[in-house]
């Protein structure tokens, strides 16, 4: 792709550093090019997925008029829902395996092409991102040299978490901070993995690969067994390295997978002024990069994005009840603007629209297992009874179509 005129100035903006008399007006300069070209980025995304869809809905109604020849009444109640739906909600849909087959085998090219465009899109944002960040060395240089401590340690924050979103050395650092990142080479390695003994005991079923080995810190009244973690009361805690390599991938990536199976001790704990954490990822549940909890009889995902809410700073999201001492377990699937939530293996609900954004705002943060995170000023938090047997999560993986096979799995593991 030719330099548009706003990433020459970020190739020119250096060179002309050296002779500008007004730092701080061409970092401001700067500053604004960068963000009118990532809305120019999401623009053209979101145009080049609505002409698909207006495409696939095109294509519905051929499909609608021959399955009416062919006399398919599924086929033509099916093609009209879907295109009535798609012209209220303009999101690309997930592929559902019951679909008649034209429309199944359409629905999954138009997801493939809708993934080709996202992905397009990831590596040019990466390609601007590193061009920022490859600018703004002489920034800091001048900010300091001009004893404007306040910008330059500003401009350094914003170089750390390009580098960090990238994997690459900040320019003109010494040597990139060795983080415990990808230490298996194996592209299907979870970010973020804990599951069970019992799934690697069975021999029906096969472990998942791990990006790093989770060092849990296991505090009092937690009791590990063969079926996971036994949750009485007690907590455990992971540093914040053990959850780089996902804040790491997630960065790069609008594509989520968040797995979860449990036992809930009993049917309710905690509620809505108290809740009962599972997993809190952040300083407190509001500020979580992804919390999970339990509210009376239902679980609630807590989910950051760039793009939040109007009344809160987080997405808060009903993934359903739940029954006590009854094994349950979800899996959630995070698309671009597409939220989908599988329980047991089956679609429960899907939200199109209402939560978007990227994950590159997420912080590097210690989590707590069981109960919310401790300290002064943090709200009431009740603490989580049950069995965790598995709490699996990874960015830039689509698993839509496999959370049937996901469920089997699940079950299979802890059946015997």
């Not at 963000?35 to 095109?58: A, V």
């Not at 008029?65 to 599924?74: P, Q, S, V």
């Not at 092409?113 to 992905?119: I, K, V």
């Not at 629209?353 to 109960?371: M, P, Q, Y």
Request: a negative charge; charged letters at 25%.
């Amino acid at each position: 792709m030719k330099a548009t005129p706003l990433l020459a100035l970020f190739l020119l903006a250096a060179p002309l550093l050296a002779n500008a008399q007004d730092v701080d007006t061409q970092y401001l300069r700067l500053q604004e090019a960068y963000s009118q070209k990532l809305q120019d980025l999401e623009q053209q995304f979101q145009l080049q997925q609505r002409e698909l869809l207006n495409k696939f809905i095109i294509a519905l109604v051929r499909t609608e008029k021959t399955y009416l020849e062919e006399g398919n009444l599924d086929g033509v109640m099916m093609s009209r829902e879907l295109r009535e739906d798609l012209l209220q909600n303009p999101e690309i849909p997930t592929p559902v395996e019951t679909w008649p087959e034209r429309i199944l085998q359409m629905a999954q090219e138009l997801e493939r092409r809708g993934r080709e465009n996202l992905t397009n899109n990831q590596t040019e944002l990466d390609r601007l991102n590193s061009i920022l960040l490859k600018t703004l060395e002489p920034y800091k240089v001048e900010f300091t040299r001009q004893g404007n401590l306040e910008t330059a340690i500003e401009v350094r924050d914003l170089q750390n978490v390009l580098s960090e979103a990238l994997d690459i050395a900040v320019p003109g650092s010494a040597s990139k901070t060795p983080r415990p990142i990808d230490r298996s080479n194996d592209p299907n390695a979870y970010n973020f993995a804990f599951e069970a003994p019992a799934f690697q005991q069975n021999p029906r079923v096969s472990p998942r690969p791990v990006a790093i080995e989770l060092d849990f810190e296991i505090g009092e009244n937690v009791f590990p067994n063969n079926r996971g973690y036994l949750f009485d009361g007690g907590t455990l805690q992971l540093e914040a390295r053990d959850l780089e390599p996902l804040r790491a991938n997630a960065s790069r990536n609008q594509l989520m997978t968040f797995e979860v199976g449990i036992t809930p001790s009993w049917q309710s704990q905690g509620n809505n002024q108290v809740p009962a954490p599972l997993f809190v990822w952040g300083d407190t549940l509001n500020a979580a990069n992804i919390a999970l909890t339990q509210e009376g009889r239902h679980l609630f995902l807590y989910l950051t994005t760039t793009n939040p809410p109007l009344n809160r700073s987080n997405h808060r999201v009903d993934l359903g009840a739940v029954q006590g001492n009854t094994l349950t377990h979800i899996l959630v699937m995070y698309k671009a603007n597409e939220f989908t939530i599988f329980r047991d293996g089956v679609v429960s609900d899907r939200i199109r629209g209402e939560i978007t954004g990227s994950f590159r705002n997420w912080e590097e943060k210690d989590a707590v297992l069981g109960h919310g995170p401790l300290g002064e000023g943090n709200p009431t938090y009740a603490n989580w009874y049950g069995h965790l047997h598995q709490l699996c999560i990874k960015a830039g993986q689509d698993v839509s179509r496999r959370a049937t096979d996901f469920y089997a799995r699940f079950e299979q593991a802890l059946s015997e």
